[in-house]
Nanobody
């Protein structure tokens, strides 16, 4: 059993910031540092959208064009945690944000949605 637990979502005004965290655990989760990690988002009735992915070492990072320059993904392998710092938030960033883990490369994770595990999601609401 693998668990990815997101936290840090909430309500914020446009232009504000939030920091999402995703903690990984589980008996079968052999090594956090073996996985590329990523963030995706989905609004009700819409397709899932790639936000950002990061390789196991943190050396390769990919962002969706819509968040580039505003969001920063990072990871702490010692804490089995991945973060998403979101600045200059816009109303169109309102979504449920999901953490994901993948044994595929970070680029494939983002482009083709190749994932092994998903978190339960955390709501981010940006008021205008």
């Amino acid at each position: 059993q693998v668990q990815l637990v997101e936290s840090g979502g909430g309500l914020v005004q446009a232009g504000g910031s939030l920091r999402l965290s995703c903690a990984a655990s589980g008996r079968t989760f052999s090594s956090f540092s073996s996985y590329a990690m990523g963030w995706f988002r989905r609004a009700p009735g819409k397709e899932r959208e790639f936000v950002a992915t990061i390789s196991w070492s943190g050396g390769n990072i990919y962002y969706a064009d819509s968040v580039k320059g505003r969001f920063t993904i990072s990871r702490d392998n010692a804490k089995n945690t991945v973060y998403l710092q979101m600045n200059s938030l816009k109303s169109e960033d309102t979504d449920v944000y999901y953490c994901a883990a993948s044994l595929s490369p970070a680029q494939a994770m983002g482009v083709m949605g190749q994932t092994n595990y998903w978190g339960q999601g955390t709501q981010v609401t940006v008021s205008s």
